[in-house]
């Protein structure tokens, strides 16, 4: 098909590109109108004219004669010039194309103005840079919140360590104050360490809290599921918080279905969840109000739990912050009722830990509410939604732990053994400590020299001496002996013949699931948590010793 040749010069004098016809000697014989607009001039002002006509645009050639050269020869191919005044950035190509007579020899100087395209090229490698720069800071404030991390936990878990030691004595002392001597001590005293009893227990708590914040936050919080009663463990909370409700006129309204099913998860934790939901609906909502709790099964595979008070309500904007740790909502002294008949206050630990136990559990933990207005309470909705059927891979591998039904058997076997030791003469059994501790030991000797025979060691290398020549019926072990660690001393007496057999327990006041671990994988029997009970302590002893002795009867 061909085209008629004035349709083709019209396409070419309307192209929106300038386009210039030299002469071999570099004379302009056409500019076609996008040309004529580009460099200023008409076509009859240019026709005839050398390229030297245009000086800023010669002048940027023959600064390179490479580039003039091709021009004229029209091999110039790509090649981008700055022209003009207006600094137009160009990007230019030549072609020959041979000419009408026998003396002409034409070239096509194609010029496109990329300015627009070099400015927003320009603009979108500054932003890149920009991006690239953000990117560097945002990776150098990652790594710097994950050592802030690191070392808050770090930090958690030392704490808890320096507090727990010595948490140990001073609950110790208490409880056997408590337990032995109520009658040697004025009742003006006795009340004194009662309450020194109670505000070690209250800070053993917040302790807990936060080696549980510290297991959430690293993914090691462990559980120990059973076939529970959502319903019991939510009665059994109120019931006990009612006495602190009671004190703030705050009544607790319970809508439990009476047909909910069983669910596998853990009894403690869950409490746990319900105690710091209630003491929270108490803290925050003012004197002789209610808080409704309910129960039901949702859609038919999911349990929702609603908890609604009556208090100062959350700010839509807190409403995710406040299951951040050490988070607190703001003070109850803005609101219009006054500071007393607010509760408001604690550690922040509380909605965090829920949160934590919640999804551990395969379920979701929210909050409604509106913020409040003076002179409005509009009160606080915490919904939780738990599977019925949870498809949870459950990593608790702690076999060690015998039950409530062998805590029940070492208590009643405990009480047969004082009653029999006080009827007729027995031989001790020997009880060893490996503990550095001397505070801890003087505790654990004046809780147990009554029924056992104990005997002490303050390192790893005395204890094994005692162990191969006292051959104790126990060894208790602290978790962080100075020189011989032990886990090695616990290796040791498991290698060996006299010994072998021995019950062994760790005690520390830092239970990590890492230590923990390699207590039971170095051959420990049993892991005890710091501070403990005096009854705690007398009950594991036992349950460790009867293990034993059944052992060596179906030997």
């Known amino acids: ?74 091999t110039l191919k790509n090649s981008k010039i700055t022209c003009g005044s207006s600094n137009k950035v160009c990007m230019m190509n030549s072609i020959k194309i041979g000419g009408v007579g026998p003396d002409q020899d034409l070239t096509a100087l194609v010029i496109k103005d990329i300015t ?19 990117n560097a800071e945002l990776i150098r404030s990652k790594a710097e919140l994950k050592k802030l991390s690191s070392l808050k936990s770090n930090f958690l878990s030392i704490a808890s360590h320096e507090l727990n030691t010595p948490l140990t004595s001073i609950k110790g002392y208490s409880d056997i104050i408590i337990d032995n001597m109520r009658e040697k001590i ?51 909370c109120v019931e006990e918080i009612s006495q602190l409700a009671a004190k703030r006129k705050i009544t607790f309204i319970c809508g439990i279905a009476s047909d909910l099913p069983m669910f596998n998860g853990d009894r403690a934790r869950l409490y746990q969840v319900f105690t710091n939901l209630f003491s929270n609906a108490i803290k925050y909502s003012p004197d002789g109000s209610s808080v409704n709790v309910s129960i039901a099964v949702k859609h038919g595979n999911r349990f929702h739990i609603i908890v609604k008070d009556r208090g100062i309500g959350i700010d839509e904007e807190e409403h995710k912050n406040i299951f951040h740790p050490f988070y607190e909502v703001g003070s109850s002294n ?3 009722t006054d500071f007393t008949k607010f509760m408001g206050g604690g550690s922040g630990l509380g909605l965090s830990i829920a949160k934590g136990v919640v999804e551990r559990h395969g379920g979701k933990i929210w909050v409604e509410s509106a913020g409040a207005e003076k002179g409005n309470f509009p009160g606080s909705e915490f919904h939780i939604l738990l599977p019925l059927h949870a498809n949870i891979t459950w990593d ?156 060596e009867t179906f030997r």
């Open 396 to 551: 608790d591998d702690d076999t060690k732990s015998n039950g409530t039904k062998r805590l029940l058997e070492a208590d009643a076997a405990f009480s047969e053994s004082r009653d029999s030791t006080s009827q007729q003469e027995q031989v001790k059994p020997k009880v060893l400590f490996i503990d550095p501790d001397k505070e801890g030991v003087e505790i654990a000797s004046m809780i147990l020299e009554d029924v056992f025979d104990i005997i002490t060691a303050p390192n790893g290398e005395q204890g094994l001496k005692l162990a191969f020549h006292q051959a104790p019926a126990l060894i208790l072990m602290d978790a962080h002996l100075p020189g011989l660690d032990s886990w090695r001393v616990c290796r040791i007496l498991r290698s060996q013949e006299e010994t072998r057999d021995i019950p062994i327990a760790f005690f520390s006041d830092n239970a990590k699931d890492d230590e923990v671990k390699r207590s039971f994988e170095s051959g420990a029997n049993d892991f005890i948590v710091k501070p403990f009970s005096p009854k705690e302590l007398v009950e594991k002893i036992w349950r460790l010793l009867m293990d034993k002795q059944e052992e």
């Open 186 to 236: 004025e009742p003006s005293v006795f009340r004194m360490i009662e309450s020194i009893s109670r505000a070690a227990d209250r800070l053993h708590k917040v302790v807990n809290n936060m080696l549980d914040v510290t297991k959430i936050e690293q993914n090691r919080l462990r559980l120990h599921p059973e076939p529970v009663d959502i319903g019991a463990i939510c009665k059994d």
């Open 334 to 336: 803005r609101h219009s």
């Open 1 to 74: 098909m061909q085209f008629d040749v004035q349709i083709l010069a019209r396409i070419i004098e309307h192209a929106p590109t300038c386009i210039l016809l030299l002469e071999k000697d570099g004379v302009i014989v056409y500019a076609n109108l996008h040309g004529q607009k580009f460099f200023g001039f008409s076509k009859d002002e240019l026709a005839g004219k050398p390229l030297s006509f245009l000086p800023d645009f010669y002048d940027k050639l023959s600064a390179h004669d490479s580039t003039l050269k091709s021009v004229i020869d029209g």
């Open 116 to 134: 627009e395209e070099e400015v927003l090229h320009e603009q979108i490698e500054k932003k890149e840079l920009e991006i690239a720069k953000m």
